[in-house]
């Protein structure tokens, strides 16, 4: 347990039982149990995606999902737009106790790295990025960030713990150990993003944010309930597809192993387009032909496709040369639709076959159907980030 | 399957705002502040009431202390009727147990003989009563343990034969005179009025030198019951009073 005697100096304290450390050995305590997730930014015209989840007798049940009116606000992209905050109120199904917020900005990023090149960023950058113009008190809560972590003895900036919240050079970042400890998992966003965020839902109201993800982030956690990731002990390789890029991550034993971006892979509004344009569709008539088989749109996905499978089978190698880690299973999330062919790309390819199970498996969906609405398979992926997101929160109290 | 550890939250604890629109921070001290003050309220209505029932007994008290003189003085005014309401009915009882005889003495005149003078007419008193227990052990009673005195009257008197008094003594019998005199003549009654004592020659000759007769002749009369007269019935009453209007 940490105690921050100024704010320069704090002090840790260890309890007996586990109640103290901090970092790496940090207690972990179950989260809350009813969250809605939302994913902020999603760039749909239905609305946000939003799901909530509530956990019963250690099984998660879906409340409610749909999707939400976007706040009237923007998202800031400076200091000085951080003082136009908008609040945003829910409808009265998504009204959980605590609110996951899966963000997707273009400043967002996710990456797979080592502590020491983490080390060497923050001690590279230069102190005036630290003097952000706007920092100052706002409301009733103060903007000021926390200082740069301190130089250790050997010159060098010591780690930030796991799983804490870190300002560093105008952004806000979380780093976690992957179950390779030699590598850490790194997200962040703009500080001015997550103050902001963290206002967007108001004091007082159902719900608050309890967590703000980034949405790729969340995506990671999204995978974890699904009965075949755990049939398969968790180990698996999932592949995940947003809007705009496309990355790799690679499971064992439920923890995070391999996080790899494709590079030059863009994500499926690209891979959509890509199909409108070459087989001349119109904008309705994508889906049909992407879900259905009247016409075989392969040739048109196979370009696309083929780099990505290429990094899958790299992928795979790696796992089971460096970790021994054969993966029996792999999963395709977050393609809305066309699915099916990269499946079969994949096993023509590689001789594995894609999963592409919907969202809400493993999970209890509420008997007034009217609160979720009907989808198959493909239409669920859009609630993947915020799935991830309120699993996410709900894995983990902090 | 381990822990994933993937929650990569961009929140501090600090930038974590409560839902509930009652924060304990505030409705704390004010549910404390609001218990306070109840139990302020609560003593001081314990300790009005406690004053209130104080100040009721020593009123209470007060009065009863007020109250116990004119108790004494109602207990004597009490015990003061009942000796009067005992010597009422004792005088009530008196006035049932009195006898007339003067009717009856009138009367007597009427149905004297010519030959025949009383010279002594006579109600004694009664003996007096044994008021020891019986065996003669004990205290004595302390008043009389009867309710009815038996009385008599004794006729005396001179005469020159025989035949006026029995004559008299058949004057006697008559309505006028049994509702004061008993008369039984039955021989086998235990107690046969009249009841003649003597009836014997006197010793002295009167002034024609005839030989007079003396006789002792006891009368039973009715007894002295001392009681209550009973109470005449309403109707009986009222009637009774027409009765005496009409005449």
Known sequence: ?398 | MKSSRLHLNLLRDSEKLSSSPVRLRVMLPVMSLLACAGCLVWWAMLATQLLLVKTQVSSLQDDIAGKEKDHANILAQMTEAREKQAQLDQLEMYSAARNLYGGMFARLAEVMPIRVQLTKIDIPDQPPQNLLPPGGKGKPAWGPTGTVERMSMRLMGRTTKETPVLSLMESLEAPEFTNVLVVVKDPRAPDVSPKVHSFRQDGTTAEEGSRLLLFDIEYRCRPRVFEKAPAQPAGNAADKAKGDKKK
């Open chain 1, 1 to 398: 347990m940490q105690i921050q005697l100024t704010k320069t100096k704090t002090i840790e304290v260890k309890l007996p039982f586990g109640g103290g450390g901090g970092g790496g050995g940090k207690s972990r305590r179950r989260g809350p149990s009813d969250v809605v997730g939302v994913e902020f930014g999603s760039g749909d015209p239905r609305g946000c995606p939003a799901v909530r989840l509530t956990r019963k007798k250690g099984r998660l049940h879906v409340y409610a999902a749909g999707f939400v009116k976007p706040p009237e606000g923007e998202i800031p992209q400076s200091w000085e737009e951080l003082s136009k905050q908008a609040t945003w109120s829910l409808p009265v199904d998504f009204q959980a106790p605590g609110a996951a917020l899966a963000v997707s900005t273009p400043d967002m990023f996710l990456r797979q790295t080592t502590p020491d090149a983490l080390t060497a960023d923050s001690v590279s950058a230069p102190k005036a990025a630290l003097e952000q113009p706007g920092r100052k008190k706002i409301g009733l809560k103060s903007l000021k960030s926390e200082p740069a972590p301190a130089a250790g003895p050997a010159g060098k900036t010591p780690a930030p713990p796991a799983g804490v919240a870190t300002s560093n050079n105008g952004t806000r970042f979380v780093v976690q150990p992957l179950a390779d400890e030699s590598f850490i998992v790194e997200s962040g966003m703009p500080e001015y993003q997550v103050l902001w965020l963290s206002r967007l839902l108001p004091e007082g109201k159902r719900p608050t944010a309890v967590s703000v993800q980034a949405y790729n982030a969340a995506l990671l956690s999204s995978v974890l309930n699904q009965p075949e990731f755990v049939e398969a002990d968790g180990n698996a390789l999932v592949l995940f597809m947003t809007r705009e890029s496309v990355f790799f991550a690679g499971y064992q034993e439920g923890r995070l192993l391999l996080l790899r971006e494709c590079p030059g892979a863009q994500g499926h509004v690209f891979m959509r387009e890509t199909v409108k344009k070459r087989l001349g569709l119109d904008e309705e008539m994508v889906d049909s032909v992407l879900n259905e088989s009247l016409i075989d749109p392969t040739p048109v996905l196979e370009p696309f496709a083929r780099p990505i499978l290429q990094q899958l089978e790299i992928s795979m190698d790696y796992l089971s040369r460096r970790h021994a880690l054969k993966v029996d299973k792999v999963f395709l999330l977050g393609l809305p639709s066309g699915a099916q062919y990269w499946s079969k790309m994949s096993e023509d390819a590689l001789k594995v076959p894609l999963i592409t199970p919907s969202t809400f498996a493993g999970m209890e969906l509420p008997a007034k159907g009217s609160r979720v609405p009907e989808m198959d398979a493909a239409q669920s992926q859009v609630f993947l980030g915020a799935i991830g997101a309120a699993v996410a929160a709900m894995e983990v109290g902090e």
